[in-house]
């Protein structure tokens, strides 16, 4: 049997099937990849990840994402910022956000998301890779290498899950905790469940791109056999791999240690839910005024009040 055939008939147990003949073609040709990384273990698996950090026009909520990465997280992986802008004043905004984080953060302009973000997983060293979005904020201090030791082709390790998530902030939703299982040897005091047994929605979204440690090289393959132009297409799209996901496990702190605060959206390519608590307008006027958001007052809140609060501000 090929490597490919078996992959199919793992996750035909899953009972997850994709349909149509797009949806075919695409993990065929995705599936020959990741049939390829498997015959070549050493290249997936190894020690460390970078991060990249997805960002339109909200320089201010970044720079409070940076400030609480940098005050809660130990042993921080390297940073990669991919942002554009619509116009010369957010442009001004994070031409001062790359001055107060130079030489600790990486800012890539973007020309052409797609063609950016695969060069960029592209020109990586690291085996895993984690993305986050501009609106996330760290809730507790935790020590990021206890994340980034497990296998990614095995276990899909989450920033933002834990016992307090019992509700889908996006379908708003409640939601119940999956059935937690013992985990690998060395995850006793974590939490480890099947993703294909979670309720639909955050227990069941293996593939989001936002806080969830993945194979740097895997999603190199994965993406670069998909149509995306932008983070919300792009995380669209790859659904179509859920299959491969659904069977994977995963693993998480007992109390979330991430959580967007969706105060605002500024994608345009459909309508997210949000707080509409602060528009992106709004906060680029007091960036400007040299404030800066108070990311510190959201340490050790629930992840349903932090992504419901407002936010407070200090001159920088």
Sequence with gaps: ??????LDRILGKTGVHLEGRRARLLRQKAWEGVAELLMHPSAIVGEGAEG????RDRAMQLHAFLGSWFSCVLS????HVLYTTSDPAHEHSYEQLREIWSGRVEFVR???FRDDLLALLRGMSSPRVVFFTDDGMFLDPFDLDEALCWDPRTHVFSLTK????????????PQNLP????GPPGSEELLCWTWRD???GDWRFPLSLDGHVLGRQEMSILMGAIPFRSPNTLEGEMQVYLPLFLAREGLCFPREKLVNVPANSVQRDWRNRHTGLHGADELLRLWLAGQ???????RGLSCRDAETSAYRFLPR
């Design 110 to 112: 973007e020309s052409a």
């Design 76 to 79: 921080p992986c390297p940073l």
């Design 1 to 6: 049997m090929s490597l490919l055939g078996g």
């Design 292 to 298: 800066r958001i108070e990311h510190e007052v959201f």
């Design 198 to 200: 979670g309720d639909d």
């Design 179 to 182: 059935t937690f299982h013992p």
């Design 162 to 173: 834990g016992r307090g998530l019992r509700h889908c902030f996006v379908t708003d939703r």
């Design 52 to 55: 990249i950090v997805f960002s």
